[in-house]
């Protein structure tokens, strides 16, 4: 697809000059245009500051009919008409952002069925919703003026993507009623069994096109620190007086009152910075997203409720304050860093502890069913994984997550993993993961009370506490049988055996003065099959 020689080619090498400012398309955004142009379905994946919009923007002046496009955000869908109006271009909008006249307006035009408008945007709830929006689409399709649907983020149509909206499955009434009409999916991150629910949620026809950008995002270097919690803001100070003064950032934080903290510690700390959240009141909110988009303030510290769709290229640098809830969206998030292919820095502070908190809150949910919550769950051990390992690419790790393949060799110490003279091993630590084993399943049997991670660790490692020596652990038998092995370590390798199921964690109250919920240990369901050596062996970097 990527040839110039099709009868629309002048046409749409004119559109993005004279519309766009653009002279040249970049890597695969002719292919996808050249394909939508023949009338094929199209599934694209490109990272973040890609260039999907002018993909479909383009198509759309170059098409004859009417363009819907649809997207879950408001505030994407309001910069985007507004960026096209600049351009001269017809948009109309049939979303909140829009005035009931100008919603009225645009819906007759197209009913009339021969609409001025080029593109309409629209949202998937407005396309749920409203009779008279598939009645007037009917009409335009009836004359022929009907050429193509978009879908942008269109992962919310998978319930195994990271935000998955169920007014996105009712997407399919285009296919289904519009057969004949393009459809356009257009996403920046979508692992393979996410691209399968799309095709198959959206309906697309069986010759669609698949494209796919690098997702490689040579220009931003990836990191991960631990997180303590005193220590981290001063380390975010630091970072950011030593390398990127005066810049703009996005710190991500877990919780509004998370975000206010720290974006006040900053504050006081004399870098400008506000923070951002959806308990704010959208004026609150829009005067935030103003004052950092044109530069009055450089720091907004935001949940993740921040960021979707604003298209800010300088942004130098973003950093999880709190590690993120899955790899999409640590790719997406810290894909906001570098748009204008400049450097930039993307750092995630791990603690063990974040995931057990963001996991409470799990449970906590009673929107979501069991596996939703298992599945939510199994999102967060890819993520701790890829904190926890310190020896691979990180660049590697992501694209390997999504399906691709990448040549760690090709990073060139652009992750931390790769730049580190530290020299850490893959080890086999099966022997000491089985004794931890062990000795969990000793005590839950022989101790008759809760133990927790930090516990076990610090038993395996032979301290005699007061605590512990209380709780009866010292006197089991492989108390101090890790002596001499680092402390990180045990942990560590504790850590890997609830990811792996061999270990499982859980909550209970805590009685006693200190009375509150604490997370405990006990066997797993893989504990025996672990045990007996029925499971591989157990290779971690150390
Ligand atoms: P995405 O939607 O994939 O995140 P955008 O469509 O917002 O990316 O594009 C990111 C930036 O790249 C925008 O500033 C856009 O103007 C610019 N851009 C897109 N296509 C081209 C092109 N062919 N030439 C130059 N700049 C481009």
């Known amino acids: 697809w990527a040839g110039n020689a099709f009868e629309w080619t002048k046409r749409i090498d004119e559109i993005n000059y004279n519309v766009f400012g653009h002279r040249k398309f970049r890597d695969t955004q002719r292919e996808v245009i050249n394909a939508t142009m023949a009338g094929h379905d199209t599934l694209v994946l490109m990272p973040t500051g890609g260039g999907k919009s002018l993909c479909y923007q383009v198509a759309a002046l170059a098409l004859p009919g009417l363009t819907v496009v649809i997207s879950p955000l408001i505030a994407l869908i309001a910069d985007q008409a507004s960026a096209l109006d600049g351009r001269n271009v017809r948009v109309g909008v049939l979303a909140g952002c829009a005035s009931d006249d100008q919603r009225r307006a645009t819906l007759s035009d197209i009913a009339s069925g021969s609409p001025q408008t080029k593109i309409v945007f629209t949202t998937p709830e407005m396309v749920t919703a409203s009779d008279a929006l598939k009645g007037a689409l009917a009409r335009c399709n009836d004359r022929g003026n009907f050429s193509l649907v978009v879908v942008d983020e269109c992962h919310c149509v998978s319930q195994w993507g990271h935000d998955f909206r169920s007014d996105y499955l009712s997407l399919n009434i285009f296919k289904n009623s519009f057969p004949n009409v393009t459809v356009m999916a257009l996403t920046a991150t979508a692992t393979p069994p996410v691209a399968i629910d799309i095709i198959k949620n959206l309906g697309l026809s069986a010759n669609y096109q698949h494209f796919t950008q690098s997702m490689n995002r040579p220009n931003l270097f990836y990191e991960v620190r ?122 995630v502070y791990f603690s ?173 369901s893989k504990a025996n099959a672990f045990l007996d050596g029925h499971t591989g062996p157990m290779i971690i970097a150390v």
């Not at 935030?288 to 988009?293: G, R, S, T």
Request: charged residues 25%.
């Open 226 to 347: 631990p997180k303590t919690s005193k220590a981290t803001v001063k380390d975010i100070v630091a970072f950011i007086r030593t390398k990127f003064h005066n810049k703009a950032g996005i710190v991500y934080g877990f919780s509004r009152r998370e975000c206010e903290d720290v974006a006040r510690q900053l504050y006081a700390a004399r870098i400008p910075a506000l923070h951002y959240h959806a308990g704010l009141d959208p004026s609150a909110r829009q005067n935030v997203q103003n004052k950092w988009m044109d530069g009055r303030v450089k720091v907004i510290v935001a949940t993740i409720a921040f960021g979707m769709g604003i298209n800010k290229p300088d942004v130098r640098f973003v950093v999880h304050y709190t590690m993120p809830k899955s790899m999409e969206g640590l790719f997406q998030e810290a894909g906001r860093a570098g748009r204008d292919g400049l450097d930039a820095h993307c750092l």
């Open 352 to 524: 063990y502890k974040d995931k057990t908190r963001i996991e409470s809150l799990i449970d906590r949910n009673t929107e979501t069913s069991w596996v939703q919550k298992r599945e939510e769950k199994s999102k967060i051990a890819h993520v701790v994984r890829y904190c926890l390992n310190k020896v691979d690419c990180r660049r590697f790790l992501q694209l390997a997550h999504f399906g691709r393949t990448f040549d760690p060799a090709k990073c060139a110490s652009t992750c931390d993993n790769c730049a580190s003279s530290a020299i850490f091993a893959k080890v086999d630590v099966t022997k000491h993961a089985r004794n931890l084993v062990t000795l969990v399943k000793t005590a839950c049997k022989e101790l008759h009370r809760p133990v927790t991670a930090t516990q076990v660790a610090a038993c395996y490692y032979g301290s005699s506490s007061k605590p512990l020596v209380t709780a009866g652990l010292t006197r089991l038998a492989q108390a101090g049988a890790g002596r001499g092995l680092d402390r990180d370590n045990i942990n560590r390798i504790v850590q890997h055996l609830i990811l792996d199921g061999v270990l499982s964690e859980f909550s209970k109250s805590r009685p006693g003065p200190h009375r509150g919920v604490s997370t405990y240990i006990q066997p797993g």
